[in-house]
C-alpha cells in the first residue's frame, strides 16, 4: 500500500469520526440561501453531478444541502425489472462485491472477510436464515441517486439499529480496514418475500448524516449505544418492487442478503462496475 494511502487510513482510525459526522449532518440542514446555495453549487460542480433526471433540476431551488443530496429523480429514467422470479438493484452505484454467503462468510475485499452473524448485530435467527445464501455490497458514490428501493415485493418483519463505528467505506478503506462493514453503524431491515427471508442493510460512514426508512423516519444518528430491535410482523408493512424504503443524507453502502435458492447472477453485474437502481441482478432459476 502506497505511504499516501497508509496515511489516509491511519487518519481514519483516529479521526472523531461520530463528532464530524454530527457535524456534517448539522452543516447539511443549514437553510441560510448563501451558504446552502454555495455548499450544493461547489459539490455538483466537484462531483459533477448529472440533474438532467432530477425532479427539480435547479441547485439553488433545494431548501438545503440534505434537500439536494436525496433528491428525487424522474423514475422513468430508471425502470424496474418487471421479471417476477429477480431481484432488482435497489440503488444506483458500483458492485463492490457479490456472490455465495459461504460458510457465513461475506467477502468484503481481497483478504478481507466478516460473517453474516456480525454484520446482523449478533442476532442468530436471522444470521441462520442466510447460510450458503447470497449476497450484494453497493456502494454509493456522492454522484449516485441515494434514495434505496425495494429490490423485490417484501412484507416488513423487523428493523435493527446497530450501533458502531463511522468509517469511510470508499473502496480504499474497504480494502484495508478489516470487518468494515460489520464494524460500521447500520440499520438492517428484513423481509419476508415469495423467495425466503431477505435483508437489506444500509451502513453509515464518515459524514453520514442520518438514515431514514420511509416507516419510521430518521434512524440515525442516536444516542443509543446497544442493538434495538423493532418488530413489525404484526403490522403488515407490504412494499412493492421498486418502491423506496429508505434514504442517506449523505452517502454510504447498501448491502443485499438473500436466503439460500438456486440464484443465478445476471450477466451484467461486474465487480468494480456501476449497476443502476431497477436493473436486474439475480434471478431465480
Not at 496515511?7 to 481514519?12: G, M, N, Y
Not at 478489516?178 to 460512514?205: D, H, W, Y
Not at 426508512?213 to 434495538?228: D, H, L, Q
Request: net charge neutral; charged share 20%; with cysteine.
Amino acid at each position: 500500500m502506497a505511504l499516501v494511502d497508509s496515511i489516509k487510513i491511519f487518519f481514519q482510525y483516529i479521526l472523531p469520526k461520530h463528532g464530524v459526522s454530527i457535524l456534517a449532518g448539522k452543516l447539511a440542514n443549514v437553510r441560510t440561501p448563501w451558504f446552502k446555495n454555495q455548499f450544493i453549487q461547489r459539490f455538483a460542480k466537484t462531483y459533477q453531478i448529472d440533474m438532467s433526471n432530477a425532479v427539480e433540476p435547479k441547485l439553488t431551488n433545494y431548501a438545503c444541502f440534505n434537500d439536494f443530496f436525496t433528491r428525487a429523480i424522474d423514475l422513468n429514467s430508471r425502470p424496474i425489472n418487471t421479471d417476477k422470479n429477480s431481484f432488482c438493484s435497489p440503488v444506483d452505484g458500483a458492485m463492490s462485491q457479490f456472490g455465495k454467503i459461504e460458510s457465513g462468510r461475506i467477502i468484503q475485499a481481497k483478504q478481507h472477510h466478516y460473517s453474516a452473524l456480525e454484520l446482523l448485530g449478533g442476532d442468530q435467527q436471522q444470521a441462520s436464515y442466510f447460510e450458503n445464501g447470497e449476497f450484494c455490497t453497493i456502494y454509493l458514490a456522492p454522484k449516485d441517486y441515494h434514495r434505496i428501493h425495494m429490490p423485490c415485493d417484501g412484507e416488513l418483519i423487523s428493523m435493527t439499529h446497530v450501533p458502531g463505528q463511522l468509517f469511510s467505506v470508499n473502496p480504499l478503506t474497504a480494502q484495508n480496514v478489516p470487518k468494515l462493514f460489520a464494524r460500521n453503524e447500520r440499520v438492517v431491515s428484513l423481509f419476508e418475500t415469495e423467495f425466503g427471508k431477505m435483508a437489506l442493510i444500509a451502513v453509515g460512514a464518515t459524514i453520514v448524516g442520518s438514515i431514514e426508512t420511509t416507516w419510521a423516519g430518521n434512524i440515525t444518528p442516536p444516542s443509543r449505544k446497544s442493538v434495538k430491535q423493532w418488530d413489525y410482523a404484526d403490522k403488515k408493512i407490504s412494499l412493492e418492487k421498486g418502491e423506496e424504503m429508505g434514504r442517506f443524507k449523505l452517502g454510504s453502502t447498501v448491502i443485499l442478503l438473500m436466503e439460500s435458492k438456486n440464484w443465478q447472477w445476471d450477466d451484467s453485474v461486474q465487480l468494480e462496475q456501476d449497476v443502476i437502481l431497477g436493473q436486474k441482478l439475480v434471478s431465480f432459476e
